[in-house]
């Protein structure tokens, strides 16, 4: 394996002789290279700006405009409001020539004028949510209201394809909610959890808070809506995460699994090839060219995260970590049994091919140079507790090699895990599955860069997963880089001999990384890695796969997949802990601009009552489906609410923030942040666009991800509904909690599943029956 070696690009001495003039043409030739790469993105970037800027116009419609008012002008014809004297009279001169730029001028005024009326036209039309909370089913009709604004929209947003940050200018703002809808809702959210006494006092508090120092607090909170472009995402970035003292492992990054097609069983051929997918994605983001995510085809989602997904690294801080986004990166990094490199993805102005970056993986494969001492539990200090880590990069990482070669893993444009052992998804061995869930969530502890935006890992049977750091996005972003990534891998293929497509041009050698591994920076790693040991020691994950029913039988019922999974959710849970729980299911509100999420409160009045009817051997199976559908319409009513920027706890986040800057305690407020979310939730997104072809490839699907409990007496619950007739779990707890267990919840989850279809069924025939009777 050919090592690194140092280049000089230029040097001078002066000798007895004159000057003594060095310089390396190669590394020369990369310094030029880079600098028109770089070039060359500055000026996609401007051409991209002005696109995004007169969006939803086309410099067509300028230039057509421009020919029209030359042709009235010469023809005779009066230009409205004199545009075109009035610019002669600022002009040197009369001429023709000077009369066509007046025209031009005269032109621009107008068009600009017409495209920033059609873009605050557009922004006003988007704040409208009505559209959400109409009825899309079998026989429903949308009002008349909706399909006058559907029709408008269409037409502002439909004269130019639009690019990835098109609208984010006519995004509108996230609503600041009142203060007294934010009281009544919450009280509401609550009422289930607690028994007469405790509301009551609750209740008490709630109006105090309202009448008192709520209205100094919500005043603040106007004035920040007004001034920036979300209220809330900064310092949900900065106090949620970045601020978190825990370490991310388990506590905060989340991971994503395969497809159930594995196009070839080669380490190196799969990492090349999805690296270089991940790389065509980037390049999307970069020119811009990635199209937004469209609602109904029509409502456009906030592109603003996108920006971090790749060259991005959390920096660790004493007090609060940073996230740093670099601009460009040429190269990845590579860990490989506790060795590190550096692989530059570029050659002569180009993406390496799939081909080419396998060859460069099998190098660091075939490598048998072994790690020096340390360095096999390096990574171990992104996966400890936070202001340790700081305190060592501190010390230790600011200078020489170290400084060196943590800069190259930071820059890297992420980084890759190859991993020494085989892991994967097998539909006929659970333990199979629940093992690979536990390599992505945290590996062995010290094999995963826990700070960089997102891990590739590879196993060696060619299976791949990610691990992905929260603080600068949300799953469903990460899920769009997947489903392009996996589709155009099945689209591109494999060589007959599971090798990756492409020819081999001699592609740049991998460089290893060199650490000077001091005593005190050994002791350090051994610390975090105890630390980090004790964490994933104490995840208790397990993974099912459903497939007794899916989407297909719960649509056939005319009940929100979401909210009917949810509603067994909560019989699970109630059937595992015997009580209620604070319920927190993830939303997003990137109808708005800089849009993250929201907080989707699902155990209700609504929900507890059908949970209740479900135990309670006297009700009947029409009250418990008329009780099962009315919780199923909360819970889609909430989640909606969510959506368009009517929820509950990030309103009470921001005005918790802004009392602890003005030092006002509140005991309501204390109340609120103390209770635990005990069954944490989230639905994965499958199908985002329209990309995947499920008819071609039906096992083109991903098992989906999950992420670790968030409360140390609570579970994690993360799912994913897979084509008609599959969904699967991801469900995690601590082991050293005595009163959860993954695997009893598990087997919860699927008896809640039963019982609710056993409920539908057992209800149509009583239906039918009552219909032959008549």
């Known amino acids: 394996m050919a090592e690194a070696h140092s280049a000089v690009a230029f040097s001078f001495a002066i000798t007895h002789d004159g000057w003594d003039v060095n310089f390396d043409r190669e590394v020369l030739y990369l310094v030029w290279e880079s600098g028109i790469r770089s070039w060359k993105k500055r000026l996609a970037r401007f051409r991209n700006s002005v696109h995004n800027g007169v969006y939803p116009g086309h410099l067509q419609s300028l230039y057509f405009l421009w020919t029209v008012l030359v042709a009235a ?68 009709k949308l009002s008349l209201k909706t399909m006058v604004w559907a029709s408008v929209v269409k037409v502002l947003s439909g004269w130019n394809k639009p690019r990835l940050y098109s609208f984010q200018g006519s995004l509108p703002r996230l609503p600041l909610p009142s203060v007294s809808d934010t009281m009544r809702r919450y009280l509401l959210s609550v009422r289930p959890l607690l ?50 003292r825990s370490p991310l492992m388990v506590n905060s990054n989340f991971y994503g699994t395969d497809t159930l097609l594995r196009p070839t069983s080669l380490q190196a051929a799969r990492a090349g090839t999805i690296i270089h997918f991940c790389l065509q994605f980037r390049r999307l983001i970069e020119r811009q060219e990635l199209e937004p995510i469209m609602l109904q085809g029509m409502v456009p989602l906030c592109s603003w995260q996108y920006e971090r997904i ?220 105890a630390e980090a040991q004790a964490l994933l020691r104490d995840v208790d994950l397990r993974i099912l796969m459903f497939a007794a029913y899916g989407k297909g039988f719960m649509k056939a019922c005319r009940v929100s997949p979401d909210a009917y999974i949810q509603m067994a959710l909560q019989l699970a849970y109630f059937r595992d802990a015997g009580r209620f729980c604070l319920t927190y299911e993830a939303s997003m509100t990137r109808l708005f601009r800089e849009g993250r999420t929201e907080t989707v409160r699902s155990c209700t009045l609504e929900s507890s009552a059908w949970v209740r009817s479900m135990l309670d051997e006297s009700a009947s199976i029409e009250q418990r489906m008329d009780l099962f559908i009315k919780a199923t319409k909360r819970h889609q009513l909430g989640y909606q609410d969510a959506m368009a920027g009517r929820g509950i706890d990030r309103h009470l986040f921001c005005l918790y923030v ?117």
Not at 366 to 394: N, Y
Request: glycine share 8%; proline share 4%; hydrophobic share 40%.
């Open 73 to 140: 002008h010469f023809g005779g014809v009066d230009i409205p409001f004199g545009l075109v004297t009035k610019a002669l009279a600022v002009l040197p001169g009369s001429s023709p020539m000077w009369q066509v730029i007046a025209c031009l001028l005269a032109a621009l005024t107008m068009w600009l004028s017409v495209i920033f009326l059609m873009r605050y036209l557009l922004k006003l039309l988007l704040m409208y949510k009505g559209w959400m909370y109409e009825s899309r089913g079998p026989g429903s």
């Open 195 to 244: 028994d007469d006494e405790n509301y009551a006092r609750v209740e008490r508090l709630a109006h105090e808070f309202e009448h008192t120092i709520a209205v100094k607090l919500q005043r603040y909170l106007v004035l920040k809506s007004w001034w920036s472009s979300n209220y809330v995402s900064d310092w949900w970035e900065e106090y949620v995460y970045l601020r978190g």
């Open 310 to 529: 790749f060259n991005t690294v959390r920096v660790p801080g004493v007090e609060s970590d940073r996230l740093v986004h670099y601009s460009d990166s040429t190269h990845i990094t590579v860990s490989h049994r506790g060795r590190y490199y550096k692989l530059l993805m570029y050659s002569r102005g180009r993406l390496l091919n799939p081909a080419e970056i396998q060859v460069q993986i099998q190098q660091i494969l075939d490598d048998d140079v072994p790690a020096e001492e340390g360095e096999l539990r390096l990574a171990a200090l992104t996966a400890g507790e936070r202001t340790h880590w700081a305190q060592v990069r501190q010390t230790h990482f600011s200078r020489g090699h170290n400084r060196t070669s943590l800069h190259c893993i930071e820059r890297a444009a992420f980084h890759v895990c190859l991993d020494d052992i085989e892991y994967g998804f097998d539909e006929n061995d659970s333990n199979k599955l629940d093992h690979y869930g536990r390599i992505l969530l945290h590996g062995n502890g010290d094999d995963r860069w826990f700070d960089k935006s997102f891990n590739l890992c590879f196993s060696t049977n060619g299976s791949v997963g990610f691990n992905t750091e929260h603080s600068w996005a949300d799953a469903p972003v990460m899920g769009y880089l997947w489903e392009y990534v996996i589709w155009h891998e099945l689209e591109y293929g494999y060589e007959a001999d599971g090798s990756a497509r492409g020819a081999v041009a001699a592609p740049p050698a991998p460089a290893r990384l060199r650490w000077e591994l001091s005593a005190p920076l050994r002791a350090a790693v051994e610390r975090s890695h």
């Open 658 to 774: 802004v009392s602890k800057y003005l030092e006002l305690e509140s005991p309501f407020l204390q109340e609120v942040f103390n209770e635990p979310w005990r069954l944490s939730t989230s639905q994965t997104p499958l199908g985002q666009t329209k990309m995947l072809d499920l008819k071609k490839y039906p096992k083109c699907v991903s098992a989906g991800g999950g992420f670790g409990p968030v409360a140390d007496d609570g579970y994690g619950v993360s799912y994913i509904i897979v084509g008609e007739d599959t969904i699967f779990f991801h469900v995690s707890s601590k082991i050293s909690c005595p009163i959860t267990s993954s695997s009893n919840f598990v087997k919860q989850i699927e008896k809640s599943l039963q019982d609710v279809r056993t409920l539908f069924t057992e209800y149509n025939k009583l239906k039918n029956g009552v219909k032959k009777d008549k």
